[in-house]
């Protein structure tokens, strides 16, 4: 088995930039996933293939990659971005697949 | 627009098996190019994936629980089912079904359900 580790907490003003991260060893070979969680609702993928935004999804949310960490960045955070952040991957055999422990966003 | 909806029992108690069933709607379920899965949350924790199904009923479980992770799928009623056996209390978790979006070299879940809540309790 493998882990995705993530940041358990990040806080930031309305206006500022949030930047969660997700490691793994297993990131080398395999893109990230991220979701967005409001309390009582399901997960909503906000970014898929590292990098690459859903429709629907704000431009303000972003991907991108240095070796095995993977990042999310919220830029000009609103207070509707308050949500818990899943990032996911998959394992070598692309049979498997993982979450991260997931990040609290606070917004200030 | 695919919509999925979990049903099942809200309470199992410790032993016995969990059984959910997630339903379709928006496209026939047998469509070759759908993946499916089931990912729960323990309360307050993170998400954990369960099992991948493929239309045709194989499937490739999370190491952890494939041991007591049982899969379906009914086509007539586009349908597909998790059964989880010897369930004890740390299986209390809201569990989700979703489609796997599949690109050969990556997977990710969308749409989801709305979860359903089950409680390991005597």
């Known amino acids: 088995s493998y882990e995705l580790t993530q940041p358990p907490s990040v806080s930031v003003s309305p206006g500022e930039t949030a930047r969660i991260t997700c490691s793994g060893d297993v990131l080398t070979k395999q893109y990230v996933h991220w979701y967005q969680q409001k309390p009582g609702q399901a997960p909503v993928v906000v970014i898929y293939k590292d990098s690459e935004r859903p429709s629907g999804i704000p431009e303000r949310f972003s991907g991108s990659r240095s070796g095995t960490t993977v990042t999310l960045t919220i830029s000009g955070v609103q207070a509707e971005d308050e949500a818990d952040y899943h990032c996911?991957?998959?394992?070598?055999?692309?049979?498997?697949?993982?979450f991260g422990g997931g990040t609290k966003l606070t917004v200030l | 627009q695919l919509q999925l909806q979990e049903s099942g029992p809200g309470l199992v108690k410790p032993s016995e098996t969990l059984s959910l069933t997630c339903s379709v709607s928006?496209?026939?379920?047998?469509?070759?190019?759908?993946?499916w899965g089931w990912v729960r949350q323990s309360p307050g924790k993170g998400l954990e994936w369960i099992v991948t199904?493929?239309?045709?009923?194989?499937?490739y479980s999370n190491p952890s629980l494939k041991s007591r992770v049982t899969t379906s799928v009914d086509t007539s009623k586009n349908q597909f089912s998790l059964r989880l056996s010897s369930v004890t209390a740390a299986d209390t978790a809201v569990y989700y079904c979703?489609?796997?979006?599949?690109?050969?070299?990556?997977?990710?879940?969308?749409?989801w359900g709305h979860g359903t809540l089950v409680t390991v309790s005597s």
């Open positions: 979703a489609e796997l979006q599949r690109f050969g070299e990556f997977s990710y879940f969308g749409p």
């Open positions: 199904i493929y239309y045709s009923g194989s499937a």
């Open positions: 928006g496209d026939s379920i047998s469509s070759s190019s759908y993946y």
């Open positions: 996911q991957s998959g394992d070598s055999t692309s049979t498997n697949e993982v």
